[in-house]
């Protein structure tokens, strides 16, 4: 990515005019050689649409309207059938359904070959005489309604206006004129026929907002309920991205019910229906909560979700909402199955028998209400996936539905020596979740490189029939949503090379192309460092092995000691929030409220979070040792909290004139608060009686009584009490400090001493007040060669601390990687020679590049390093968390150091991780973010080696790779890197 110095250059771009640019594609915005005139000379064409068109096609007439007048000032005439004299018109519909797209074929002005019989496939052309009477024509023609919807709504993009018009009020550049180029245009065919997402986990975002915003449900008794309005702006945002598939909010919400005009209005809007895993036959699980109360329901049973228990009044149920869908011709994909109610495992058991008996039901029902040739699904979610394990298919033309684990690392691929299937593959994925290890439901937390990944290699094995990712809100998660779709429409528009490219062309959508370099920088890095751990993870600490798992909901996951970890990452923070700020001051006043929500927001506050968390638990530590900066660290702590707090409060109060009233209400600091709110705090957000709480610190922060009279303390980098890092020529961690620090409220004069005058601390005296840190440095030129120990005397308040500082000056010459404090880290990506085909995935690691393997004889990797001690050394490969997706023994690479023997490691049988239970040991690695799996090796001398990472299976992503040669201190993202020679 290009630098951020270059930020001050693009003030002038800002201030040019946006006319004079023309965007890439079909539209220009300046006259020329056989373009055609949209809008010109203050007036627009025409827009003809056929009466006889779907309603659909018509429906979105008006909203093309509205953004032509957008951009230009200019409104349209939109006419049925009829081409006002004298005008080149913009004539759009359907083939085969529209009479004036028909006509034009039948005149052999329209050549349709790659149009006909295709789905949702669009032709926009400039036509020559397309009917009698009309000299030209911009035809946009679609092969079936979709087709045609997506072409309208692709003038409009093309012209400037983004999908996320409404969502983040993304205004439009004006033009005066808008043009277009003479020629064949067109999207294509998607290549995914079913592509959507799901609004999940919508309390208290969207259970907040959309209620006041759009007005309440229209179910007695239910305000909170979801209305037409409200998915009216849903259904047109999927049509402006290339969408066709819904699964509608289900927490407390029920589609059909909530507005009785919901499923005709997704009729009207030309969207597939479905329903979420856990709903099957097309019917929402609370219909069912909401009527079956008190040990009874509406079909005479027992009130019980239970096939085995209630089954009659179950298919009764069943029968209901197939035969709404027949009625009321809902075009929709049908989910089969079943789940327990509340999205658990089923209380009867998880036979095959019993699965087999559900779906051999719900086929009759839709052989019975005639629905038996609409596409069905079957999605293997969390435990289901074990009845495909253990053999069992359902019917052939069943698509059958592989998830993820929540966390975006598929769990089952098709395995390639299964015969193909009709009804064909899909994929269930995840941007948002709730559940173990925890809730992240706040802010965009995707890593393009590691979403792009998964879908590639989806798409590769086959998955193509339908593809769902649960997207919280929608709103949040605007950048990812938009990449699975667009990757879903066509994957090789998108290479791995081409995620930068991609990126600026969204940021160009939605800011234009001056800023958007510069905003496709920050959301980049963005990226990079949100990916690392979920903000809501920042308060757990997770340790121990794959026998024992133990979660610290009090901890840092970020070292406060060892390698300055916590400020590092937390400076990283920092200098992105002011990269934000100074571009927030060049972006025009029209787009500020969409800088806030597409990337000011998210990047700002989880800086403040950040910078929350290092204070809040600075103190903590600090109350232990019993430093007099104790409770102004805790007033640090509060002072960041409230200007969070400020930010949701500007979100919900004055951002686009009030619009986003209770939107920002999403907890994100206060889980794990079992006092608070109860025994599911380790995981859900704070809440009770499922309505959420305002956010708060915790762990708690600690407030202690400073005595007056001065005492020294001492504390030292790395967290020992005593003793230093070593110090080494080689190293590439931080320089080491000591910390003076004052245990009472009366200031004191200190010095350090060091017992070499090689050894030097800056300052080396002073007065404390609360504390000082002192930085301690070797003099190369005057240190001896070899190992040494050289004692520091602190001296302060009439106290003596006496710590050691070991020295490591090695005598071997230096070559690759070289060993300091301890170890030899390696980012995978920094290889010495590369056997094989690797596939580089940039950024994908949380501290860098990772490399997959792709093939050939004997690939591996080899890092070439100096180590200057001998014996046993541990290995550690730091890998992407994946799941064994295919039928092979175990998820595997081998490690091997100097030609050894390779010693294979099944990083899932190491870890104990089993993503179909979702044990401690597969949340710590979702949770961290890695899979870090050790071998244990020996090196029998000093000097020059090498290791070498081996594939064993393809699907294992390497980011990085440590030799430990003296035990390290435990830190969230491993040693920094080491120098190289």
Known sequence: MRSFLALALIAPLVAAPAAQASPPGYVAFRDGPGRFPIVAAGRAAPVVVSAADHAGVIRVTDDLRSDLREVTGAEPVVSLDRVPAGVAPIIIG??????????????????????????????????????????????????????????????????????????????????????VLPGRHTQGTPAVKYRGFFINDENPATGTWAP???????????????????????????????????????WGRAFAEDDPLNHATATLYGVVMGTSHEAPMMRGIEEWNRHAVNGTDPYGGNGQWSFVRNAAAIKAYWRDGAQRMADENIEGVITLGMRGNGDVSLPDGDGIELMSSIIDSQREILRDTGLIDRPQVQTLYKEVQRYWDEGYRPP??????????????????PDPSLPERSGGYGMYYHFDYVGAGRNYKWADTVNLTNTWEQLHRAYASGVDRLWMVNVGDLKNEEAPTQFFLDYAWNPAAIPVTGIERWLRSYTSENFGPALAPAVADLLDEYATLQSRRKPELLNRRITGDATSVIYDDEGNPFSLTAYREMDRVTAQWQTLAAKADRLRRLVPAAWQDAFY????????????????????????????????????????????????????????????????????????????????????????????????????????????????????????????????????????????????????????????????????????SGRVTDQVRATVTVDWRRAPRGTSVVPITVTGAGSAVVVRAPVSFPGVAPSGFLEANGYVAMEAGHYSRKVGDWQLLPGIGRTGNGLTPLGGARARLEYAMTLTTTGPVRVSAYLSPRNNVLPTPGLRYAVSIDGAAPQVVDIIGETGADDTTMNPQWARNTSDNTNVTTTAHAVDRPGRHTLTFWMVDPSVIVQRLVVETAPLPYSYLGPPESRRA
Not at 107 to 129: A, F
Not at 222 to 243: C, D, I
């Open 212 to 250: 006041g915003h759009f007005g309440p449900g229209k179910a007695p008794g239910r305000p909170g309920g979801l209305n037409a309005a409200y998915f009216a702006q849903v259904f047109e945002t999927m049509l402006r991205l290339k969408a066709n598939y819904l699964w509608p909010a289900v």
């Open 597 to 764: 929500q597409l990337a000011y927001y998210q990047i700002k506050d989880t800086a403040l979070v950040y910078e929350l968390r290092r204070a809040q638990f600075t103190n903590i530590e600090y109350a232990r040792q019993g430093r007099a900066a104790t409770n102004a660290m805790a007033d640090r702590a509060e002072a960041l909290f409230a200007q969070d707090q400020a930010m949701s409060a500007y979100y919900n109060t004055t951002l686009a004139g009030g619009k986003w009233a209770g939107w920002q209400t999403q907890p994100k600091i206060g889980y794990g608060d079992v006092e608070r709110y109860g025994p599911n705090a380790p995981w859900q957000q704070p809440e009770l009686n499922n309505v959420a709480l305002p956010d708060a610190i915790y762990p708690h922060l600690q407030r202690i009584n400073v005595p007056t009279a001065a005492a020294l303390g001492v504390a030292l980098d790395g967290g020992d009490p005593v003793t230093l890092p070593t110090f080494s020529p080689w190293q590439s961690q931080p320089a080491q400090y000591i910390e003076v620090y004052n245990k009472g409220a009366t200031a004191y004069d200190y010095r350090i001493t060091a017992a070499q005058p090689w050894v030097h601390v800056t300052p080396s």
């Open 396 to 413: 052939d033309d069943v698509t059958v539905v592989f998830c993820d684990d929540n966390w975006g690392n598929l769990r089952k691929l």
């Open 94 to 179: 359907t083939l085969g359904k529209s009479p004036l797209i028909d006509r034009i074929v039948a005149r052999g002005r329209l050549d349709v070959r790659g149009l006909r019989g295709k789905w949702e496939t669009t032709i926009e052309q400039v036509v020559t005489d397309p009917l009698p009477g009309v000299r030209r024509a911009f035809v946009i023609a679609g092969s079936d309604q979709r087709g045609t919807i997506y072409g309208a709504y692709d003038l409009s993009r093309a012209i400037g206006v983004s999908p996320w018009s409404f969502w983040d009020d993304v205004p439009a550049a004006r033009h005066p004129a808008v043009y």
